[in-house]
């Protein structure tokens, strides 16, 4: 008996892992918390405790290119990116920072969270420079693993996000899905 | 000794330079490997290079073999200082040409551990 493929259903070549197949929210963790405690200082912790972020925020965010393509992106207050910043330079830091070394700073946050990220997913992949400014758009909801922390009482989210947008008869995603 | 730090993040040129200086080394950054040929081509011929890999103009696997390809810098010791943390890359760097290879993020005892198993720890320095 031969069969036709209406091409309705989807073909094995189609399926591309979501980044929670990938990774979990305790390894990003991990990673985060590495990179603070190297970067930031021995004492500086993550609680993983959620807080809710002001409506002025910033984001600074590094791509990934390669078997899963997103981003991996930090966002807080601006008040708190310009605080890391002078944690990450501590007495190298300039008296005045201005948005270009707040931006340089954060950015390079990004890039070591990121590179670190990159390394636990599948490879090889491509890693961008660091970008700051208004954090990439969602594009596939349950394509994210988002972690809410709490740095010296100020909230930090920790986004690894898909770029890639769901793939026709994908599962439903808690947004669309019908109650 | 010398050291030339490079690195497209500032931020990062700043803490690099401070380790380092804080062993003795006279340093000179620069945010990008065309940059820091321009340096090399001055004549500073630096004990070390630290080198960052993504970084405009000029990649930090670019600069390795840049450098490779001129004999007369063959004396300087490239160690690369990275968020590229892939085994992969770590492999394609040291092929290139590059001595050692250090994963952002990094404390100074790292730089520290790392310079002493190359020989470039100076000797008032203690492990």
């Known amino acids: 008996m031969t069969t036709t493929d209406t091409g309705a259903r989807r073909r094995a070549s189609d399926v591309r892992p979501v980044i929670t197949d990938l990774i979990d929210p305790a390894t990003v963790e991990a990673i985060a918390a590495e990179a603070w405690v190297a970067l930031i200082g021995e004492d500086e912790v993550l609680v993983p405790l959620p807080?809710?972020?002001?409506?002025?925020?910033?984001?600074?965010?590094?791509?990934?290119?390669?078997?899963?393509?997103?981003?991996?992106?930090?966002t807080t207050a601006r008040s708190t990116a310009e605080e890391?910043?002078?944690?990450?330079?501590?007495d190298t830091a300039p008296a005045v920072l201005d948005d270009e070394d707040v931006a340089d700073a954060f950015g390079e946050i990004a890039n070591v969270v990121g590179g670190n990220v990159k390394a636990a997913l599948p490879g090889p992949s491509a890693l961008s420079l660091p970008q700051v400014g208004n954090a990439p758009l969602v594009r596939n909801p349950a394509d994210v693993c988002r972690l809410d922390l709490l740095w010296r009482g100020e909230p930090v989210a920790i986004s690894v996000q898909g770029a890639l947008p769901p793939l026709p008869g994908s599962t439903p995603t808690r947004e669309n899905e019908v109650s | 000794?010398?050291?030339?730090?490079?690195?497209?993040?500032?931020?990062?040129?700043?803490?690099?330079?401070g380790i380092l200086a804080g062993f003795g080394y006279e340093v000179r950054d620069a945010e990008h490997g065309r940059a820091a040929l321009d340096v090399l081509g001055e004549g500073w011929l630096p004990d070390l290079a630290t080198i960052d890999w993504n970084m405009p103009v000029m990649d930090g696997l670019q600069f390795v073999s840049a450098v490779r390809a001129n004999p007369a810098w063959r004396s300087m010791t490239m160690m690369m200082v990275t968020s590229e943390s892939e085994h992969t890359q770590i492999v394609r760097a040291l092929a290139a040409g590059a001595h050692e290879y250090v994963i952002k993020p990094f404390t100074?005892?790292?730089?520290?551990?790392?310079?002493?198993?190359?020989?470039?720890?100076?000797?008032e320095v203690s492990l």
């Open chain 2, 108 to 123: 100074a005892d790292a730089i520290r551990d790392k310079l002493a198993l190359l020989g470039l720890l100076p000797q």
């Open chain 1, 84 to 90: 890391l910043s002078r944690a990450l330079l501590r």
């Open chain 1, 51 to 74: 807080g809710e972020l002001p409506v002025d925020i910033v984001s600074s965010w590094v791509d990934v290119v390669g078997p899963w393509t997103g981003s991996v992106v930090l």
């Open chain 2, 1 to 17: 000794m010398r050291a030339l730090v490079i690195d497209d993040s500032r931020a990062m040129r700043r803490i690099v330079t």
